[in-house]
């Protein structure tokens, strides 16, 4: 174990709750304060919360280890993600801030009522739980390995000591907490990956060294996959990331429709940057490590062998933020579901503002304890990450669109939709797989064919041209 390493790390993580406590101190006074950032969020702090939430554990520490086993055949999954966050995400963000104001919405489960109708926000608010919940998991995973591979500390240790950080500040807080933290985190994250970059690059032999030592096929963009898989894997975020509740939130949480809209559009290129930068650490790792067992590790274990005491501190100290920030989002959104779509919807109970900041911290505290539980069930990051994403993308993003941007649709045709989309993916996770097709291109490609036969056959004839805007 390396103790300054430790210290150096425990000294951060002690930073990290401090500022949450500080956050919650000065802006955290009502349920709504702590759901959605009473709504004022402005495009710096919407940017950073943004690019720390997404850039967590296994677009960090997972990508790293899927770069090192398949190369560029990974960027299918990073481009899904980078066009729909600036693109749909700008189309889409103004108007679910606009939403969010003029019905006090803080989740996406609350649009499906208002344009659908109760059974599909039930639905909705059932598919979506579980995948936070399965979100959050793989952060506390990687927050574990982390702490876990650099200190030599008990992997259940770590796992349960940095979740108790982040749900202690998040408990606190709430989204302001979560929001100024993540700047914090972002800016942390961002240094730490570059200075690890520039550090490991040199130690492979540079770029010349990377394209003479690793695999041909690592630097082709079908070199491990088919053409349908890398549909499949495009599709996974690209539809997967249309009812992801986090960039719902932030869009919420917004203090007004241009800044939801800046914020996605920036928040795209940042993570785009970062991913690439992420590559180029892969990359070097298969040079460095040609046949390292466990990939996922590969990243933290580089910092062990070849970074100095105080540059390993630094990107320590930026894989746990950048990790803790999507970690919080998720925990903080799990909440926000809980409060408002499985238990003021169900027993048409609508708490005052006490109750609610109260009922907001004990349910958050609960949350994380309970995902502690399922962790040391769940499989590697990256098949928990793209289960999560394939199951709302084959089940609930063309709902959200046609919501959006069509009339026609009503409440049968999202059910129609959403039951052709659910038994796709659970056909392709099962094995059933034609051409190749992964489960998200079956479930996606159903529950398009579905929402259009509902469409025709039960079109929606209410006047929704005010929230169609």
């Known amino acids: 174990m390396k103790i300054d390493l430790l210290l150096g790390v425990i000294f951060y993580l002690i930073i990290t709750l401090a500022v949450g406590i500080w956050a919650a101190k000065k802006e955290t006074n009502t349920g709504e304060d702590f759901l959605v950032a009473g709504r004022r969020m402005n495009l710096f702090v919407m940017f950073w919360t943004l690019l720390a939430t997404y850039v967590g554990a296994a677009s960090v520490v997972g990508v790293a280890g899927w770069v090192y086993i398949r190369g560029l055949s990974q960027i299918w999954y990073t481009a899904g993600y980078v066009i729909c966050l600036s693109g749909i995400g700008y189309i889409l963000a103004g108007k679910i801030r606009k939403f969010g104001v003029k019905t006090g919405a803080a989740t996406i489960s609350e649009f499906l009522e208002f344009r659908f109708g109760r059974k599909i926000r039930v639905l909705g608010a059932i598919l979506v739980w579980f995948s936070i919940m399965a979100i959050l998991a793989f952060q506390y995973i990687g927050m574990g390995k982390i702490l876990s591979t650099i200190t030599g500390m008990n992997y259940s240790l770590a796992v349960i000591l940095t979740a108790l ?34 550090y490991v690059l040199p130690e492979a032999g540079g770029f010349g060294s990377i394209i003479k030592n690793v695999p041909a096929e690592h630097f082709s963009l079908i070199g491990y996959v088919t053409p349908i898989q890398a549909l499949s894997a495009f599709l996974v975020f690209f539809l997967g990331f249309v009812p992801l509740p986090d960039w719902w939130q932030r869009a919420y949480s917004s203090k007004d429709e241009k800044t939801a809209q800046m914020g996605m559009v920036l928040g795209g290129l940042g993570y785009l940057l970062l991913a690439a930068i992420v590559y180029i650490i892969g990359f070097c790792g298969k040079v460095l490590y040609p046949n390292f067992a466990d990939p996922e590790k590969i990243l933290p274990t580089m910092v062990i062998d070849k970074a100095p005491i105080w540059l390993g501190a630094i990107i320590i100290g930026a894989l746990l933020a950048i990790i803790m920030s999507t970690a919080d989002s998720m925990l903080l959104i799990g909440t926000a579901q809980t409060i408002r779509d499985l238990y003021e ?47 709302l993308g084959a089940t609930l993003a063309f709902p959200v669109l046609f919501g959006f941007l069509s009339n026609r649709s009503s409440e049968n045709s999202v059910l129609i939709s959403a039951l052709f989309g659910f038994i796709g993916w659970l056909a392709g996770y099962s094995g059933w797989k034609p051409i190749g097709a992964e489960p998200i291109l079956i479930g996606g490609v159903l529950s398009l064919i579905g929402i259009v036969i509902g469409d025709m056959i039960f079109p929606n004839k209410k006047d929704l041209s005010e929230i169609l805007k």
């Open 345 to 391: 919807m169900p027993f048409n109970r609508k708490l005052n503002d006490k109750q609610l900041l109260n009922a907001s911290r004990w349910i958050t505290a609960a949350l994380g304890i309970l995902v502690l539980i399922f962790v040391f069930l769940a499989p590697n990051m990256f098949s928990l990450w793209i289960m999560a994403s394939d199951i």
């Open 165 to 198: 950080i982040m749900i202690a500040y998040t408990t606190y807080g709430g989204m302001w907490s979560v929001a100024i933290t993540d700047v914090f985190q972002g800016i942390v994250g961002v240094i730490g990956l570059i200075f690890m970059m520039f």
